[in-house]
């Protein structure tokens, strides 16, 4: 099993920046990629970005591709989302989800969610 524990959320004005953070605990080396997703009200959950933990390889949805930034730091079991040029639209609960051990497995494991309110 994998934990996740988000935090970093808040409210902040457009154009400004947030940087999320995902603690991760359990079974990490088990794990092939973390990622971030974001739920609206009234809407699905999307998915924002990942990364695959032992490369450096990443994926954005097209929606924050330049403003959003992913990174991990494998030492501390951590994963961070750099928001940049935040618009109203932004505003959701953010996920961090961690996926199981292969590049085909799904996204198995989820935080609780952290509220990013973007005032316009």
């Known amino acids: 099993q994998v934990q996740l524990v988000e935090s970093g959320g808040g409210l902040v004005q457009t154009g400004g920046s947030l940087r999320l953070s995902c603690a991760a605990s359990?079974?990490?080396?088990?794990?092939?990629?973390m990622g971030w997703f974001r739920q609206a009200p009234g809407k699905e959950r999307e998915f924002v970005a990942a990364?695959?933990?032992?490369?450096?390889?990443?994926s954005y949805a097209d929606s924050v591709k330049g403003r959003f930034t992913i990174s991990r730091d494998n030492v501390k079991n951590m994963v961070y989302l750099q928001m940049n040029s935040l618009k109203p639209e932004d505003t959701a609960v953010y996920y961090c989800?961690?996926?199981?051990?292969?590049?085909?497995?799904?996204?198995?494991?989820w935080g609780q969610g952290t509220q990013v309110t973007v005032s316009s």
């Open positions: 989800a961690a996926t199981g051990p292969y590049s085909s497995s799904t996204w198995d494991y």
């Open positions: 359990g079974r990490t080396f088990n794990t092939y990629a």
């Open positions: 990364v695959i933990l032992w490369s450096s390889n990443t």
